[in-house]
C-alpha cells in the first residue's frame, strides 16, 4: 500500500541495542507501541494474520517492541539490568523515538499479561506521553491470581478424574510463601491451562503449536528464533518476581489519563475476577472494563473481530 509502513528497527535503548517491528496500514494513522507478555515473549508471531483476516494495523500504527532481554532484543543483554525501573525507563525513551519519529504529542499503549504490568507502571509514572492506556489479560495481585488458578485445576482435575494432573498437582503447595515457583509456572501450571481452556486460549492450544508459530514467522531470523526460547527463560528468571510481589489494587490505583482493561472471562493466566476488581477501585478520567466472553488469556487472538472493534470505540473516545 502507497502509505503503509513496514519495517524491522534496530534502536539503541537504554545503552543497548534492542529491535522492533513498525506496521500499519496508513501513516496518518495514530501510533500504539505493543507491551508483549511472558515476561519475555514477543507476540508478533502470535498474532500475526492471513491477508484476509483483519488488523489492528488498520487502525494504528503499531511498534512490537522485543523488550530488553527477549527475542530479537536478547542479545548482549547483561542481567543486572533486568530490573522493573530499566524496563520502565526503556518503555519511556522507546515512547519518545516514537513520538518524535512520527510527530505526535502523544501516542497509545498496551500492555498484555507481563507488558500489562509494565505498561500501568509506565503510564503511571508518565501520563503525558499517552492518549489512553490499553491492559489486555490487566495483572493486579498475580500471586492471588496463581493460588485462585491452581485451585481451579485442582477441582477441575478431581471433578473430570484427570489423574496425571492430580498427581503433577499434588506436588505443589499453593498456600507456601514460595509459590509459584518457576518449575511450576513453566511445567504442569502452563500445560495444564491450556489443556483446560484456561490459558493462552479458550479453545485448546498446545505448547507445539505455538512454537512452530514462532519457528516459522518469517519475521525472525534462525539466530532470533534461538533468542527467542532463551530470552523467555531469562526474563521469567529476572523480572517475573516483580509481578508476585505488588498488589495493584493497593499500589497503583490513581490515574491521569484514560485507563481501559480488555478481559477474557475464561482468563486464568491472570485472573478475571481481580482484574474486574482493581478496574472498580481505578480512578481515572475515563476509564473502561471490556469483557470478552469466548476469550481466555488471549482477546486479540480468539475475538480478533471484536478486538480491533473495541480498539477502535477507544481510538474514538480519545479523539
Not at 103 to 109: A, D, F, G, V
Not at 114 to 127: A, D, E, R
Not at 161 to 186: C, G, Q, V, W
Not at 204 to 217: E, G, L, N, P, T
Amino acid at each position: 500500500m502507497l502509505h503503509s509502513i513496514s519495517e524491522k528497527v534496530k534502536l539503541e535503548i537504554g545503552g543497548v541495542k534492542q529491535q522492533a517491528f513498525i506496521l500499519g496500514e496508513k501513516k496518518e494513522n495514530p501510533v500504539l507501541l505493543f507491551l508483549h507478555g511472558g515476561p519475555g515473549s514477543p507476540e508478533l508471531p502470535l498474532v500475526f494474520t492471513n491477508d484476509g483476516d483483519r488488523r489492528l494495523e488498520e487502525e494504528f500504527i503499531v511498534c512490537y517492541w522485543d523488550q530488553r532481554g527477549s527475542g530479537m532484543s536478547r542479545a548482549g543483554i547483561p542481567v543486572e539490568t533486568m530490573t522493573l525501573e530499566q524496563l520502565i525507563a526503556d518503555t519511556h525513551e522507546i515512547t519518545q523515538y516514537l513520538k518524535k519519529r512520527f510527530n505526535q504529542e502523544k501516542i497509545y499503549i498496551i500492555g498484555h499479561s507481563w507488558g500489562s504490568y509494565l505498561g500501568i507502571k509506565v503510564v503511571n509514572k508518565y501520563p503525558n506521553d499517552y492518549f489512553a492506556y490499553i491492559g489486555m489479560g490487566q495483572l493486579s495481585n498475580q500471586r492471588l491470581s496463581e493460588q485462585l488458578a491452581f485451585h481451579y485445576m485442582w477441582e477441575h482435575a478431581h471433578k473430570i478424574k484427570d489423574k496425571k494432573a492430580i498427581k503433577a498437582l499434588s506436588n505443589y503447595d499453593s498456600t507456601s510463601n514460595r509459590f509459584p515457583e518457576l518449575p511450576y509456572i513453566m511445567s504442569i501450571r502452563s500445560s495444564l491451562m491450556n489443556k483446560y481452556g484456561i490459558g493462552i486460549t479458550h479453545t485448546h492450544v498446545s505448547m507445539k503449536k505455538v512454537m512452530k508459530q514462532i519457528f516459522f514467522f518469517k519475521g525472525y531470523t534462525l539466530i532470533d528464533k534461538i533468542n527467542y526460547m532463551r530470552g523467555s527463560l531469562f526474563s521469567l528468571k529476572t523480572l517475573f518476581h516483580y509481578t508476585l510481589k505488588d498488589d495493584l489494587a493497593k499500589t497503583t490505583t490513581a490515574f491521569e489519563l484514560p485507563i481501559y482493561i480488555i478481559h477474557g472471562k475464561f482468563d486464568y493466566q491472570v485472573s478475571y475476577e481481580l482484574a474486574k476488581s482493581h478496574a472498580e477501585k481505578i480512578l481515572a478520567p475515563k476509564k473502561k472494563f471490556f469483557s470478552f466472553e469466548e476469550s481466555a488469556h488471549s482477546p486479540i487472538i480468539e475475538e480478533r473481530e471484536k478486538f480491533i472493534e473495541t480498539m477502535k470505540v477507544i481510538k474514538q473516545a480519545c479523539q
